[in-house]
């Protein structure tokens, strides 16, 4: 059973940096995808990053330049480095993958419906 658990995030201001992670167990196949997710009030969840376990990442245009995902495979973990904050950053955060990779479309476009497994969510709040 694949299993994900957040930490990170909290309340910063403008310009900082925040680092989230994303503990996983249970993902022993050879091929996956993993992405970062976040969610403002009453919207859908929109991607931000991707990575594939080839190593491969993407990113959603709107975020390219300040948010950079990566892992740890030796600890199994996922992170996402978010540079230069803005208050439009705050939201809802989530980790995600699957052992397929139909949630990841080239340009930086991602799908939550491929994704079966979630972290809890951790919440990003920028003040100005």
């Known amino acids: 059973q694949v299993q994900l658990v957040q930490s990170g995030g909290g309340s910063v201001q403008s310009g900082e940096s925040l680092r989230l992670s994303c503990a996983y167990s249970g993902l022993t196949d050879s091929s996956y995808c993993m992405a970062w997710f976040r969610q403002y009030p009453e919207k859908t969840r929109e991607g931000v990053a991707g990575l594939k376990s080839d190593g491969s990442t993407t990113y959603a245009e709107s975020v390219k330049g300040r948010f950079t995902i990566s892992q740890d495979k030796a600890k199994n973990m996922l992170f996402l480095q978010i540079d230069s904050l803005k208050p439009e950053d705050t939201a809802m955060y989530y980790c995600?993958?699957?052992?397929?990779?139909?949630?990841?479309?080239?340009?930086?476009?991602?799908?939550?419906?491929?994704?079966?497994?979630w972290g809890q969510g951790t919440q990003v709040t920028v003040s100005s």
């Open positions: 995600a993958a699957d052992r397929g990779c139909g949630g990841i479309a080239p340009g930086g476009y991602y799908s939550e419906y491929f994704f079966a497994y």
